[in-house]
């Protein structure tokens, strides 16, 4: 069973991710692109160990997300947009690595 209250990308949980609500466009979208804003950020200040266990956590949170990839009920389109923006944080995590 998926933690619906789980953050796992900033402060967007499972259930917006997985849900119907809110919708994929325009609203997902944008709340993707305003996290992602903040998150890069937050990782000009951040030392090094915190940059590794960042990293740990958003693979850990893709995973969380992906563990159900076929379920025709969840909002792929969403799921999809996560991989998206989870992919430009992580790789902007291994840039400052």
């Known amino acids: ?5 789980r953050k796992v990308f900033g402060s967007i949980t499972t259930k917006e991710i997985i849900g119907a609500d809110p919708p994929a466009l325009p609203d997902t979208k944008e709340n ?5 804003a903040t998150l890069l950020v937050e990782l000009e ?3 090094k160990i ?4 960042l990293l ?6 893709e995973n969380h997300i992906n ?3 076929g379920a025709m009920a969840l909002a ?5 947009l996560f991989n998206v923006y989870n992919e430009k944080y992580i790789k902007s995590i291994n840039e400052k690595l």
Do not use: G
């Open 76 to 80: 792929q389109d969403k799921i999809q």
């Open 50 to 53: 915190n940059l590794e266990k």
């Open 1 to 5: 069973m998926l933690d619906l209250d």
């Open 32 to 36: 993707f692109e305003k996290e992602l």
């Open 67 to 69: 563990s159900r990839p």
């Open 56 to 61: 740990e956590e958003q693979k850990i949170a």
């Open 45 to 47: 200040s951040a030392p």
